[in-house]
């Protein structure tokens, strides 16, 4: 069994772990209970009722956080021609094709978000070894493939706060929803942007209880049980 620190165990002491907390209630415990000198990411862990080895309960979505994800999101648009300019028009940090192409070849991976046009996907397509596992390859079901006269929008969302969500072999999924540096009220609207994406990816071969379980923790921190009554309850306003 792995040893926590002295602050991790003194940490841990604030939280009861038979009970469910409200949403409210437990970011605040998340917060309180952050031990790291840095802002620390606050996660949404859930336990889904789904086999990821059928097709047809596979849960992928994205959600676009209101008050952002606490850091900055540095985007890269594969496109050309009209498509390059209204990119780098819309605030795109990395824009271009073939010469990115190459440099992701070569290694690079300085970016948090891929988007791409239909055109490049031919091009973009050999590189899924590298961005495949990262996460980072463009994907019509994360709404990452789009004409250009839809780039200003999908730049705009991610930059704001666009995370994407996949369900793992365990049937978990693991979301941040930003920085413990966001106050109680701005995390709970970005947790309830997620627990509707979530609850909009429910998969057409989910049967019996779909959202089993979902703990919040920071980096490093405690997890914190949340009271799934009130937290699927959460809308965005």
Do not use: C
């Amino acid at each position: 069994m792995a040893k926590h620190g002295k602050k991790y165990v003194e940490a841990a002491k604030l939280v009861d772990p038979r009970k469910a907390y409200s949403p409210l209630e437990a970011l605040a415990l998340a917060r309180k209970t952050s031990t790291t000198k840095f802002d620390a990411t606050v996660e949404a862990h859930w336990r889904l009722g789904v086999d990821p080895k059928h097709a047809d309960q596979q849960v992928r979505g994205v959600a676009t956080l209101p008050n952002g994800t606490g850091r900055p999101v540095r985007v890269l648009v594969f496109a050309q021609g009209e498509g390059a300019r209204i990119a780098e028009e819309a605030g795109a940090d990395f824009v271009g094709s073939d010469e990115i192409v190459k440099r992701i070849e070569e290694g690079w991976v300085d970016f948090d978000v891929a988007i791409a046009t239909p055109d490049m996907m031919g091009k973009v397509g050999k590189l899924g070894k590298v961005l495949g596992r990262r996460g980072l390859m463009p994907n019509p079901k994360s709404g990452t493939i789009a004409q250009a006269p839809d780039l200003p929008r999908l730049i705009k969302e991610a930059k704001k706060g666009r995370v994407e969500f996949k369900v793992d072999k365990s049937s978990n999924l693991h979301v941040p929803i930003g920085k413990v540096s966001l106050n109680e009220q701005q995390l709970l609207e970005n947790l309830a942007s997620l627990v509707e994406a979530v609850i909009k990816a429910k998969p057409s071969g989910a049967r019996g209880q779909y959202v089993q379980n979902i703990v919040l923790t920071t980096t490093m921190g405690p997890g914190i049980k949340l009271d799934l009554q009130p937290t699927l309850a959460l809308t965005v306003a």
